[in-house]
């Protein structure tokens, strides 16, 4: 896999979700082409220890059971998204949000589908994190 540095942007992300309560697990999710073992390497390099928030490996089925997610504004966000408004990579177009949600690599993996003015990539909702300055 490439490395792609990480973008100012990406980090103050990482960082306001560690913040939130997120794992670095939970975390791959939000950071497209970033491997566990790079956003772990990333809080390290922070001075933040990850590897306090792992959580145990499950065994058994690969189908990950929706369970309680740290409360955070953005999993909130993304946890009431109508399931009818989620869109497929081939089904977004320019006025649909591309925040990406759950795990490139699964089946279930899917965009936001909001609607997005045609000059920002993102809903509004997910602007708000996308663009945030601290
Ligand atoms: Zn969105």
């Given at each position: ?33 970033k ?12 001075g ?12 058994g ?74």
């Amino acid at each position: 896999m490439a490395k792609r540095s990480w973008s100012i942007d990406e980090v103050e992300l990482l960082k306001k979700l560690w913040a939130d309560g997120f794992s670095a697990e939970d975390m791959v999710s939000q950071f497209r082409g970033k491997t566990r073992n790079a956003i772990c390497g990333k809080l390290r390099r922070l001075g933040i220890d990850a590897t306090a928030r792992l959580k145990p490996k499950r065994h058994g089925p690969t189908i990950r059971p929706t369970r309680p997610r740290p409360v955070a504004e953005l999993a909130i966000i993304n946890a009431t998204l109508p399931p009818n408004q989620l869109r497929k990579l081939q089904g977004l177009d320019e006025t649909t949000c591309r925040w990406p949600l759950g795990d490139p690599r699964h089946d279930s993996f899917c965009f936001c589908g909001g609607h997005a003015p045609v000059e920002v990539p993102y809903c509004s909702a997910h602007s708000s994190f996308a663009y945030q300055r601290s």
